[in-house]
């Protein structure tokens, strides 16, 4: 079984399909890192952080890690020209934003308070700033 066609015949959907590859499998480990390193936790909810994790990807955007796994099945659905990966990864996203919004900030503001509501309200949930935010 070979690879199946690019989307709509172009073949510039498989090159944006490995970018997003590229970038978002570092933007996974990182985050991933930060969460052990420095969280000194997971971010499985049955290991949280013990510290609310503001450096690296988390001074542009609060949600670099699911961010990244979407960047991921999406760009493996550009590479392969899967409609079916990219109903998976738009199906996520919506599953990870509900999540986000009913469960993990009340969660964290619960846990963090004001550490966390400053940095809720400098840093976007989904779209990153241009700058980096740093806690006071």
């Given at each position: 079984?070979?690879?199946?066609?690019s989307f709509?015949?172009?073949?510039l959907?498989?090159?944006?399909?490995g970018?997003?590859i590229i970038?978002g499998?570092?933007?996974?480990?990182?985050?991933?890192?930060?969460f052990?390193?420095?969280?000194l936790?997971?971010?499985?909810?049955?290991a949280?952080?013990?510290?609310?994790?503001?450096t690296?990807?988390?001074?542009y955007v609060?949600n670099?890690i699911?961010?990244?796994?979407v960047?991921?099945i999406?760009?493996?659905?550009l590479l392969?020209?899967d409609?079916?990966?990219?109903w998976?990864?738009?199906?996520?996203?919506?599953?990870?934003?509900?999540w986000?919004?009913?469960?993990?900030?009340?969660t964290?503001?619960?846990?963090?308070g004001?550490?966390?509501?400053?940095?809720?309200?400098?840093?976007p949930?989904?779209?990153?700033?241009?700058?980096?935010?740093?806690?006071?």
């Amino acid at each position: 079984m070979g690879i199946s066609a690019s989307f709509f015949g172009v073949d510039l959907t498989r090159i944006l399909g490995g970018i997003l590859i590229i970038v978002g499998v570092p933007g996974v480990v990182d985050s991933f890192a930060r969460f052990a390193l420095e969280g000194l936790g997971t971010p499985a909810p049955i290991a949280p952080t013990q510290k609310l994790v503001v450096t690296g990807l988390y001074r542009y955007v609060r949600n670099p890690i699911y961010i990244a796994v979407v960047a991921v099945i999406f760009g493996q659905a550009l590479l392969f020209g899967d409609w079916r990966l990219l109903w998976y990864g738009a199906l996520l996203w919506l599953f990870f934003h509900v999540w986000v919004v009913m469960i993990e900030e009340p969660t964290l503001k619960q846990t963090f308070g004001t550490e966390y509501e400053s940095f809720r309200t400098n840093v976007p949930r989904w779209i990153p700033r241009l700058t980096p935010w740093r806690a006071a």
